[in-house]
């Protein structure tokens, strides 16, 4: 059969021809009136549609249409009035779901005309304007309402007294948007939007809904909120909220249960009772069931309820959600969101119990957590990492070599390449752990790249980059043999290191003074990486340890000289001259100082390596015992001897002695106290 040619292409298509129709200043009242509602309807749930309408300016067209109809409102009734709701549920359409379709809104100018047209006369008017308004303040986009000014608390309280169930949910869906300090969560309180919001858990559906959530908005992280919450003035506010966790919409239950465990989180003091605990995992475990949105979110609630917490963990493997959770992974097809909540909330019940994380293996699940480290979506990747890193943690499963292999290596490394931050560092995460590795299996990670990759992601512009790969790097050369030290040391240069001993940041200065320290562990061939390039690496942890003010820092930097302290007595006495300088040097109390600290773990570092530089079989233990009494050190010893810290007490009288065997007589006896 023929076919009709292809229009022209200076012909205008339908979707011009209907833009032409609503700026035409020509055309009659009611031949617009009906473009409004075909536009409408053709965008309503369509993504496609609206985005190609938005090139072609639809959005400032409805603007121009409904500031043009609220300024003749008094003319042609008839036919302003609809056009004003029919403009504004267009307006509402085209910011639903879609960011751009927010900002189009917005620099059009829609946003205070919807506002003005919420105090209407006519009801459908402010009906309409209140749900598009309600459609913008999802987004993050929306402006951020200010509670602090008495005339916007006035007009957001004149919407949460309305009888109109959309102006009160305009009013819950504000707060939810807009109140993040704890400064307008009190203000809200203060105000009695508590009380209000509890008033309207008895309305519609829609009325419950959005004060479920926007009372969650304001509780959230804050005890004293939640303690005015609970008190009389809010009547039997928690009674209410925990019978809706029984409604028959599984959305009102989701938001109920999310309620109260914000209370739960914020304050100790209340919910606490192993029923209430046990009741809220049961409903958000048949929620998770849910085929719709209410299933996709409650894996994110769950997390909110047991991370963190051992016991509320224990509880939730009991009532067998390790095994649900790993069901809904086998059914496949699932949305992005779903995966991501589903890999979160087992990331959280593995971060603590073993029972978890061997459940987890036994089922299967590995073979599905490996499989999204590819996943399209950044979220999804995330969230497996972190599970991963998570499982990871079982030193048994760690030891029988269940995750060095190129199924989890070779994707986890590629993700360490990725565009998305987050999912580089949750990748780091996981490589840390995994990398520890208590097996002969450590070479795998080496040759599919990733020292070379790590070493890449150590000269990143993001602090925390660079601290996790730096923290993968130190896991990695824990307890390894010469030839992986060597292989490693092929891309990570003694340059890069004292750069990195020098970071800006004391997190990352930390574990590289703790890769050093890893590095130089073991065998005395082990010490000598130390002094390679004329000892600049030793000179720069020198440097570290008289400058440095972060403890931790100076913590990892002593057990260096520790295990360099280890070795022959050249290595010993590089250690003594970082210590102990030439005279008049400011650095010659650094001992002293470190031994007098506060914190006991530099105490013990201190100690630990005193031990090594007196040990009796030491040729030149004598002369360093000499130079220890001169400095004072000797005399501070005794004193550690009844240390409040039980490592440090029984380092400090092994240090003394040693010593003893080499006491100067003119120096005069030790004395030992118990």
Same mark, same amino acid.
């Given at each position: 059969m023929p076919t009709s040619a292809p229009p022209p292409s200076n012909y205008p298509t339908r979707s011009e021809d209907l833009i032409g129709r609503l700026n035409s200043v020509h055309i009659p009242c009611e031949a617009k009136l009906k473009a409004l509602r075909e536009l409408k309807n053709q965008i309503i749930g369509n993504r496609t549609k609206k985005i190609a309408f938005l090139k072609l300016g639809a959005v400032p067209s409805l603007v121009s249409i409904l500031s043009s109809a609220v300024a003749e409102n008094g003319g042609n009734l008839e036919f302003n009035e609809p056009v004003i709701i029919q403009s504004a549920a267009a307006i509402g359409s085209f910011a639903c779901g879609l960011d751009a379709g927010v900002n189009a809104v917005l620099d059009a100018g829609a946003f205070p005309l919807l506002f003005g047209l919420v105090s209407h006369p006519n009801e459908k008017i402010v009906d309409a304007c209140a749900r598009s308004l309600k459609l913008i303040y999802q987004s993050k986009l929306a402006p951020k309402y200010n509670f602090l000014l008495e005339k916007n608390m006035d007009f957001l309280l004149s919407l949460l007294n309305s009888k109109n169930e959309n102006v009160t949910g305009l009013g819950a869906s504000i707060i939810t948007h807009s109140c993040h300090t704890s400064l307008e969560q009190e203000t809200l309180s203060e105000a009695g939007v508590i009380k209000k919001l $509890?008033?309207?858990?008895?309305?519609?559906?829609?009325?419950?809904?959005?004060?479920?959530?926007?009372?969650?908005?304001?509780?959230?992280?804050?005890p004293v909120v939640v303690s005015k919450f609970m008190g009389p003035v809010n009547g039997r506010a928690l009674n209410v909220v925990t019978e809706l966790t029984k409604d028959r919409y599984p959305q009102t239950r989701l938001l109920a249960c999310m309620c109260l465990i914000l209370i739960r989180n914020a304050s100790t003091c209340y919910l606490q009772d192993a029923g209430i605990k046990t009741k809220l995992i049961l409903i958000l475990l048949e929620l998770i069931d849910d085929p719709g949105q209410v299933g996709d979110e409650a894996p994110f609630v769950l997390s909110s309820l047991i991370a963190e917490k051992e016991d509320l963990q224990k509880i939730a493997f009991d009532s067998n959600i390790v095994d649900k959770l790993c069901n809904h992974l086998e059914k496949g097809s699932l949305q992005a969101k779903s995966l991501q909540g589903i890999f979160l909330a087992l990331a959280d019940l593995c971060s603590k119990l073993e029972c978890c994380r061997d459940r987890f293996l036994s089922l299967k699940a590995f073979n599905f957590l490996t499989d999204v480290l590819t996943h399209d979506s950044p979220e999804v990747r995330t969230a497996a990492c972190i599970c991963l890193k998570n499982i990871s943690r079982s030193v048994k499963n760690l030891s029988a070599g269940h995750f060095m292999n190129e199924v989890v290596i070779v994707p986890l490394v590629q993700l360490l390449h990725d565009t998305c931050t987050s999912v580089q560092i949750a990748a780091l995460g996981a490589i840390s752990n995994i990398v520890v590795d208590f097996t002969e299996h450590k070479s795998t990670f080496i040759h599919c790249?990733?020292?070379?990759?790590?070493? !890449?992601?150590?000269?990143?512009?993001?602090? @925390? $980059?660079?601290?996790?790969?730096?923290?993968?790097?130190?896991?990695? $050369?824990?307890?390894?043999?010469?030839?992986?030290?060597?292989?490693?040391?092929?891309?990570?240069?003694?340059?890069?290191?004292?750069?990195?001993?020098?970071?800006?940041? @004391?997190?990352?200065?930390? !574990?590289?003074?703790?890769?050093?320290?890893?590095?130089?562990?073991?065998? $005395?061939?082990?010490?000598?990486?130390?002094?390679?390039?004329e000892g600049l690496l030793l000179n720069a942890i020198g440097r570290q340890l008289q400058s440095a003010s972060k403890v931790e820092v100076l913590i990892q930097g002593m057990y260096v000289l520790n295990n360099v302290a280890s070795g022959n007595e050249f290595h010993k006495e590089a250690v003594m001259n970082l210590l102990f300088p030439h005279a008049g040097s400011d650095t010659q109390t650094i001992l002293i100082k470190f031994m007098q600290s506060t914190d006991s773990r530099l105490r013990t570092a201190s100690v630990w390596a005193l031990v090594n530089l007196t040990l009796t079989s030491s040729p030149g233990a004598n002369s360093r015992v000499m130079k220890l009494q001169r400095a004072g050190i000797v005399s501070q010893l005794k004193n550690m001897a009844n240390d409040p810290c039980l490592d440090v007490k029984l380092r400090a009288k092994t240090a003394l002695g040693q010593s003893m065997m080499f006491v100067d007589p003119s120096m005069g006896k030790f004395v030992f106290t118990c």
């Amino acid at each position: 059969m023929p076919t009709s040619a292809p229009p022209p292409s200076n012909y205008p298509t339908r979707s011009e021809d209907l833009i032409g129709r609503l700026n035409s200043v020509h055309i009659p009242c009611e031949a617009k009136l009906k473009a409004l509602r075909e536009l409408k309807n053709q965008i309503i749930g369509n993504r496609t549609k609206k985005i190609a309408f938005l090139k072609l300016g639809a959005v400032p067209s409805l603007v121009s249409i409904l500031s043009s109809a609220v300024a003749e409102n008094g003319g042609n009734l008839e036919f302003n009035e609809p056009v004003i709701i029919q403009s504004a549920a267009a307006i509402g359409s085209f910011a639903c779901g879609l960011d751009a379709g927010v900002n189009a809104v917005l620099d059009a100018g829609a946003f205070p005309l919807l506002f003005g047209l919420v105090s209407h006369p006519n009801e459908k008017i402010v009906d309409a304007c209140a749900r598009s308004l309600k459609l913008i303040y999802q987004s993050k986009l929306a402006p951020k309402y200010n509670f602090l000014l008495e005339k916007n608390m006035d007009f957001l309280l004149s919407l949460l007294n309305s009888k109109n169930e959309n102006v009160t949910g305009l009013g819950a869906s504000i707060i939810t948007h807009s109140c993040h300090t704890s400064l307008e969560q009190e203000t809200l309180s203060e105000a009695g939007v508590i009380k209000k919001l $509890i008033s309207l858990l008895g309305g519609s559906l829609i009325q419950r809904d959005a004060s479920l959530e926007s009372l969650g908005a304001i509780i959230k992280e804050n005890p004293v909120v939640v303690s005015k919450f609970m008190g009389p003035v809010n009547g039997r506010a928690l009674n209410v909220v925990t019978e809706l966790t029984k409604d028959r919409y599984p959305q009102t239950r989701l938001l109920a249960c999310m309620c109260l465990i914000l209370i739960r989180n914020a304050s100790t003091c209340y919910l606490q009772d192993a029923g209430i605990k046990t009741k809220l995992i049961l409903i958000l475990l048949e929620l998770i069931d849910d085929p719709g949105q209410v299933g996709d979110e409650a894996p994110f609630v769950l997390s909110s309820l047991i991370a963190e917490k051992e016991d509320l963990q224990k509880i939730a493997f009991d009532s067998n959600i390790v095994d649900k959770l790993c069901n809904h992974l086998e059914k496949g097809s699932l949305q992005a969101k779903s995966l991501q909540g589903i890999f979160l909330a087992l990331a959280d019940l593995c971060s603590k119990l073993e029972c978890c994380r061997d459940r987890f293996l036994s089922l299967k699940a590995f073979n599905f957590l490996t499989d999204v480290l590819t996943h399209d979506s950044p979220e999804v990747r995330t969230a497996a990492c972190i599970c991963l890193k998570n499982i990871s943690r079982s030193v048994k499963n760690l030891s029988a070599g269940h995750f060095m292999n190129e199924v989890v290596i070779v994707p986890l490394v590629q993700l360490l390449h990725d565009t998305c931050t987050s999912v580089q560092i949750a990748a780091l995460g996981a490589i840390s752990n995994i990398v520890v590795d208590f097996t002969e299996h450590k070479s795998t990670f080496i040759h599919c790249g990733g020292v070379k990759q790590l070493v !890449q992601l150590l000269k990143s512009m993001d602090p @925390t $980059i660079r601290f996790n790969a730096m923290w993968a790097l130190k896991n990695l $050369i824990f307890l390894v043999n010469s030839m992986c030290k060597e292989e490693i040391l092929l891309e990570l240069s003694p340059s890069i290191l004292i750069s990195l001993i020098c970071d800006p940041e @004391t997190s990352v200065q930390e !574990q590289a003074l703790a890769l050093v320290r890893n590095l130089v562990d073991g065998a $005395i061939d082990s010490v000598e990486y130390v002094f390679s390039e004329e000892g600049l690496l030793l000179n720069a942890i020198g440097r570290q340890l008289q400058s440095a003010s972060k403890v931790e820092v100076l913590i990892q930097g002593m057990y260096v000289l520790n295990n360099v302290a280890s070795g022959n007595e050249f290595h010993k006495e590089a250690v003594m001259n970082l210590l102990f300088p030439h005279a008049g040097s400011d650095t010659q109390t650094i001992l002293i100082k470190f031994m007098q600290s506060t914190d006991s773990r530099l105490r013990t570092a201190s100690v630990w390596a005193l031990v090594n530089l007196t040990l009796t079989s030491s040729p030149g233990a004598n002369s360093r015992v000499m130079k220890l009494q001169r400095a004072g050190i000797v005399s501070q010893l005794k004193n550690m001897a009844n240390d409040p810290c039980l490592d440090v007490k029984l380092r400090a009288k092994t240090a003394l002695g040693q010593s003893m065997m080499f006491v100067d007589p003119s120096m005069g006896k030790f004395v030992f106290t118990c």
